[in-house]
């Protein structure tokens, strides 16, 4: 009888890469000279705080009502939909039940 093989193992150490983390620390080092490093940070942490928010783009009543009106498009394509199908096969169906 032959052997089996072995599994292959292999010396991978997964790592962490946080884009973030790495943005900052390469403006921070732009920045070293040109100021406090606390006060760096805290405006960094701003700016950062404010493109997230202007990322999010639209406030709450906005989504709802995009929500409101993705959700009437749905509606009104399933009725079509539901319409169209109904007028195709509701007569040959009578016809067979008859």
Do not use: C, W
């Amino acid at each position: 009888m032959g052997r089996t093989a072995k599994n292959r193992s292999f010396n991978y150490i997964p790592r962490y890469y946080d884009e973030r983390k790495e943005r900052l620390e390469a403006i921070l080092d732009k920045h070293k000279d040109k100021g406090d490093a606390e006060s760096m940070k805290s405006r960094i942490a701003s700016a950062n705080q404010r493109a997230r928010s202007n990322r999010r783009g639209l406030s709450y009543r906005q989504q709802s009502r995009a929500m409101f009106v993705r959700v009437l498009l749905i509606l009104l394509a399933l009725t079509t939909i539901a319409y169209y199908l109904v007028g195709i096969y509701l007569p040959s169906l009578a016809a067979y039940l008859k």
